[in-house]
């Protein structure tokens, strides 16, 4: 599960922002960059009430740190396909 599907459980990244009371913006970039920052996890766990797990949070950022390094490294082997 990305981060974007678990905001998307409580109704998306300005229903968390207006339930946290935080800008909507600092949610939003939440879930473009797949992860949530460590000084806002206790909270925003706090607020999922068990529905989500901090096992969740790490397992969605280690998806997509994976995904990263795959195109990262796709994009290497095609820049070096185009040298040759």
């Known amino acids: 599960m990305t981060i974007g599907e678990i905001l998307d459980m409580f109704g998306g990244p300005t229903a968390v922002a207006l339930r946290l009371g935080i800008p909507?913006?600092?949610?939003?970039?939440?879930?473009?960059?797949e992860s949530i920052p460590?000084?806002?996890q206790a909270e925003f766990?706090?607020?999922a009430d068990g529905k989500v797990t901090a096992e969740m949070l790490v397992?969605?950022?280690?998806i997509e740190k994976a995904k990263r390094a795959a195109a990262a490294k796709m994009a290497e082997e095609m820049a070096e396909e185009t040298d040759a």
């Open 24 to 33: 909507p913006t600092t949610v939003s970039n939440w879930k473009a960059r």
């Open 38 to 40: 460590q000084r806002y």
């Open 45 to 47: 766990l706090k607020f």
């Open 59 to 62: 397992e969605a950022y280690q």
